[in-house]
């Protein structure tokens, strides 16, 4: 067994903690030299229709959260941050950030300052390429929005399956993920339809492949593995009769390579290997069922290393997780009664309780801020 592997298993949660997911994108390194990690651009989801998402900052050298940070610098812009933050990426100057609730896409300077909003009804996730972002929406039966980001325009849409959720961009093309969430039957009686990957050619923005997967109820980031041409996936089932899973998608052949027992709902990539736990919600136990692994693509190596149940026993409902690149420090959010404010946990790779610190409400992302 290799040294550095970590996993966390997380306290039982309630099926809104696994609804709410969010994941971290990947986030460019600035041109020239190794990056510098100052800290990271922190987004509380809020209570949906409550219009109290809240964008936050975390200094890195000494380990601070700045309460309030875009409202305290954007006085006259809009009366809060906006409603139900999805999605946040760092993106060169700018930090961009989808509010479903707002039907906004923001997006601001690295100080905070705004920048430009862009209306995107429905808006979910973010990637970016050059100077444009892509923001999948569930509107219209599912498309993906292409925006200048310096101009804040819209630039086209491209039409994909339905309810898209993450993207990924490898080589010339953007992968979105068809979850197909709303278009699964939670009874359990079957009537489900099957998740797809929609392929989009990036010089001409249009769908050039939509290739099923085999899976349901999709409700996922899609993360980049440590090969940089394979994608892990979350299955959330149907909470009855269909059990969570998660998958491999291999976009050079663009065919499922791996499928693993167990769902994915929290994933992040660190020093080569993908870092899961997964928290399964029944609707006929009305239990969650939390299990998680480490994953090396490389040797096609499953490991699972448990910590003490002890060492997360004060985290309520869990909502993401991330491992400083460099530093190896682990982050987990806590979105604790999702009316009141969270937690930020921060741990080292043994499983020691380094410090947690106060958020928002149901903190949910985090962009690393490197320069």
């Given at each position: 067994?290799?040294?550095?592997?970590?996993?966390?298993?997380?306290?039982?949660?309630?099926?809104?903690?696994?609804?709410?997911?969010?994941?971290?994108?990947?986030?460019?390194?600035?041109?020239?030299?190794?990056?510098?990690?100052?800290?990271?651009?922190?987004?509380?989801?809020?209570?949906?229709?409550?219009?109290?998402?809240?964008?936050?900052?975390?200094?890195?050298?000494?380990?601070?959260?700045?309460?309030?940070?875009?409202?305290?610098?954007?006085?006259?812009?809009?009366?809060?941050?906006?409603?139900?933050?999805?999605?946040?990426?760092?993106?060169?100057?700018?930090?961009?950030?989808?509010?479903?609730?707002?039907?906004?896409?923001?997006?601001?300077?690295?100080?905070?300052?705004?920048?430009?909003?862009?209306?995107?009804?429905?808006?979910?996730?973010?990637?970016?390429?050059?100077?444009?972002?892509?923001?999948?929406?569930?509107?219209?039966?599912?498309?993906?929005?292409?925006?200048?980001?310096?101009?804040?325009?819209?630039?086209?849409?491209?039409?994909?399956?339905?309810e898209?959720?993450g993207?990924?961009?490898?080589?010339?093309?953007?992968?979105?993920?068809?979850?197909?969430?709303?278009?699964?039957?939670?009874?359990?009686?079957?009537?489900?339809?099957?998740?797809?990957i929609?392929?989009?050619?990036?010089?001409?923005?249009?769908?050039?492949?939509?290739?099923?997967?085999?899976?349901?109820?999709?409700?996922?980031?899609?993360?980049?593995?440590?090969?940089?041409?394979?994608?892990?996936?979350?299955?959330?089932?149907?909470?009855?009769?269909?059990?969570?899973?998660?998958?491999?998608?291999?976009?050079?052949?663009?065919?499922?390579?791996?499928?693993?027992?167990?769902?994915?709902?929290?994933?992040?990539?660190?020093?080569?290997?993908?870092?899961?736990f997964?928290?399964?919600?029944?609707?006929?136990?009305?239990?969650?069922?939390?299990?998680?692994?480490?994953?090396?693509?490389?040797?096609?190596?499953v490991?699972?290393f448990?910590?003490?149940?002890?060492?997360?026993?004060?985290?309520?409902?869990?909502?993401?997780?991330?491992?400083?690149?460099?530093?190896?420090?682990?982050?987990?959010?806590?979105?604790?009664?999702?009316?009141?404010?969270?937690?930020?946990?921060?741990f080292?790779?043994?499983?020691?309780?380094?410090?947690?610190?106060?958020?928002?409400?149901?903190?949910s992302?985090?962009?690393?801020?490197l320069?």
């Open positions: 067994m290799k040294n550095f592997r970590f996993i966390f298993y997380a306290a039982v949660v309630a099926f809104m903690a696994v609804a709410c997911d969010k994941d971290n994108p990947v986030i460019p390194a600035p041109e020239g030299g190794d990056p510098d990690y100052h800290g990271f651009f922190f987004l509380n989801e809020g209570q949906m229709g409550h219009n109290n998402a809240s964008l936050e900052y975390f200094n890195l050298s000494n380990h601070t959260m700045s309460s309030g940070w875009w409202t305290s610098r954007n006085y006259g812009i809009r009366s809060q941050f906006g409603d139900s933050g999805t999605d946040i990426m760092a993106y060169y100057d700018y930090v961009l950030v989808t509010l479903n609730g707002s039907n906004l896409l923001e997006i601001c300077k690295r100080n905070g300052e705004h920048h430009k909003a862009v209306e995107i009804p429905a808006c979910r996730r973010i990637a970016a390429s050059g100077d444009f972002a892509y923001v999948s929406s569930y509107a219209n039966d599912g498309y993906v929005a292409k925006v200048h980001i310096e101009k804040g325009l819209l630039a086209g849409t491209c039409a994909t399956g339905h898209p959720e993207l990924a961009i490898i080589g010339n093309k953007l992968y979105a993920l068809n979850s197909c969430g709303y278009h699964t039957d939670y009874s359990g009686n079957g009537n489900n339809e099957e998740a797809s929609s392929v989009i050619d990036l010089n001409t923005f249009t769908e050039v492949e939509r290739v099923n997967l085999g899976i349901i109820n999709a409700y996922s980031s899609l993360t980049i593995m440590p090969d940089g041409h394979s994608l892990f996936i979350n299955s959330s089932g149907d909470y009855n009769g269909v059990a969570p899973k998660s998958i491999i998608f291999d976009t050079a052949t663009l065919t499922v390579t791996k499928e693993f027992p167990q769902g994915g709902t929290y994933s992040t990539v660190y020093r080569g290997e993908l870092y899961v997964d928290t399964a919600f029944s609707y006929e136990t009305y239990t969650t069922e939390v299990s998680g692994f480490v994953y090396d693509i490389f040797t096609d190596t490991f699972e448990p910590i003490k149940a002890e060492a997360l026993a004060t985290i309520t409902a869990p909502s993401g997780i991330w491992i400083h690149p460099t530093e190896g420090e682990v982050y987990i959010a806590d979105k604790g009664d999702f009316t009141t404010p969270g937690q930020l946990f921060r080292d790779l043994a499983g020691t309780l380094k410090e947690k610190y106060s958020t928002g409400v149901c903190p992302l985090l962009a690393w801020d320069r």
